[in-house]
């Protein structure tokens, strides 16, 4: 390649080779905004050596500047033998029950989804939402009290309770802690 290249991957296995065809950064999703920016700017410097076009730079910056993430606002529930909307604002927690994930809305009332726990994790938004175990996601507002537990894991007393146990997995108690705190 005759132009300076800014490489961007999940897999560091490519550096090398991102390299040899004139990359000048390597940036591992997810992507932090300081760090583009810095490359940016290594690029704005190396690329005064190659013919760019007008405003290439300023527009590489607006569409690469990291914009707020979109989640999920609903999902899509069978009730009977009908199929309806749940809006995500009304469910109180996830659970997994014998290979079933439930969505537990704020009266109670559970209803099957299609989505597994990993993937709504990923679909929430994270200051609403934290995944406790491998098989309980809670909603902020549900959470009415937490205690300690035995081997360092703490039990949550949850409304509207669930199927299980509200249990926080001991080697997420500190991510616990800090989300309940509001930090990110």
């Known amino acids: 390649m005759d132009c300076p290249v800014i490489s961007i ?9 991102a390299f040899k065809v004139n990359s000048i ?5 997810p992507i932090k905004e300081d760090a583009l920016g810095e490359a940016l700017n290594r690029f704005d410097a190396t690329a005064k050596d190659f013919i760019v076009p007008h405003g290439l730079i300023t527009e590489l910056r607006e569409a690469t500047s990291l914009r707020q993430p979109v989640y999920r606002t609903r999902l899509r529930v069978a009730v009977g033998n009908d199929v ?3 809006p995500i604002d009304q469910v109180a927690h996830f659970y997994s029950e ?6 537990l809305d704020h009266t109670g009332l559970r209803y099957p989804v299609s989505a597994s726990i990993g993937k709504l994790t990923q679909e929430l938004d994270p200051a609403s939402w934290f995944r406790i175990n491998r098989s309980q996601l809670i ?6 009290r937490a205690g300690a537990y ?3 894991r703490l ?3 949850l409304k509207p309770a669930s199927g299980g146990e509200g249990v926080v997995a001991r080697e997420r108690v500190p991510a616990f802690n800090a989300w309940l705190g509001g930090e990110h």
Do not use: G, P, Q
Request: proline fraction near 0%; charge should be positive.
């Open 84 to 86: 309806r909307a749940l």
């Open 25 to 29: 950064d390597y940036l591992l999703k």
């Open 150 to 152: 035995f081997n360092h």
């Open 155 to 157: 039990k949550l007393t």
């Open 9 to 17: 991957t999940a897999y560091d296995r490519y550096a090398l080779r």
């Open 98 to 103: 014998d290979r079933v994930t439930f969505a």
């Open 139 to 144: 909603h902020i507002s549900c959470v009415v």
